[in-house]
């Protein structure tokens, strides 16, 4: 069972608003992303972390903002809420090392996002 | 570029029916092979993987060769439930690059 939590599960919030999603694994890992998935299920890469300090925008353009100051932990920031931004948020993180068997992704359960 | 380009869904059966769910990929060297599953409300769990060409990735029933030859990764079950139905993704991880790429999801609707 993955050790990655997201929280809240559900957000509800009104236009103009600044939330924050937070996303938190306890596996050590150095590797984290932030994937936006569309009402057709596709998943976007937004964010994606090396480590600490070290943070990197994705193929889709995003007005979140992301943090990386600890190692187990990769907030996700909204300034001003927008109903556009309504969606599905997935957190997620990986182990790398050079020819390691374990090279899966391990998501989080996803805070799902409406903006009214 | 890397990528991964999975059957359209959503594919409906009926219960017990045999499952198969196409996908192919482009990448260079030899890439990670995997299969996620989310399953309503959910994020996504794996559901099987495989690392090396020829290897069989098997999982709940589910299973999936890793086929170089045809760069491909089909899933298949023999006999699905209706507890099988949700979205299955197809994913990669190339050699050398952290970041997994995803097909678009297929879902799949199991009636009774």
């Known amino acids: 069972e993955a050790d990655i939590y997201q929280t809240p599960r559900y957000l509800v919030i009104g236009t103009g608003k600044k939330i924050t999603l937070e996303c938190s694994q306890t596996?050590?890992?150095?590797?984290m992303y932030w994937y936006q998935q569309d009402p057709g299920m596709e998943l976007h890469l937004i964010h994606y972390?090396?480590?600490?300090?070290?943070?990197e925008k994705g193929d889709l353009s995003s007005e979140s903002t992301v943090s990386r100051i600890r190692t187990e932990h990769f907030p996700l920031t909204l300034e001003s809420a927008r109903p556009s931004h309504t969606s599905q948020y997935l957190c997620?993180?990986?182990?790398?090392?050079?020819?390691?068997?374990?090279?899966?992704?391990?998501f989080g359960q996803g805070t799902r996002l409406t903006v009214v | 570029g890397n990528s991964v380009t999975q059957m359209e869904g959503p594919v409906t059966l009926s219960e017990e029916a045999f499952l198969t769910i196409n996908c192919t990929y482009t990448?260079?060297?030899?890439?990670?092979l995997f299969w996620y599953v989310q399953y309503p409300g959910e994020g996504l769990q794996l559901l099987l993987k495989?690392?090396?060409?020829?290897d069989k990735g098997s999982n709940k029933g589910f299973e999936a060769t890793y086929r170089k030859e045809t760069t491909s990764f089909h899933l298949e079950k023999g006999s699905v439930q209706v507890s099988d139905s949700a979205v299955y993704f197809c994913?990669?991880?190339?050699?050398?690059?952290?970041?997994?790429?995803f097909g678009r999801g297929t879902s799949l609707i199991v009636h009774p």
């Open positions: 997620a993180s990986s182990e790398y090392s050079f020819g390691s068997m374990n090279t899966e992704a391990f």
């Open positions: 596996m050590g890992h150095d590797k």
């Open positions: 972390s090396y480590g600490v300090n070290s943070t």
């Open positions: 990448a260079t060297g030899y890439p990670s």
């Open positions: 495989a690392t090396k060409a020829d």
């Open positions: 994913a990669l991880r190339r050699g050398g690059s952290y970041i997994p790429t």
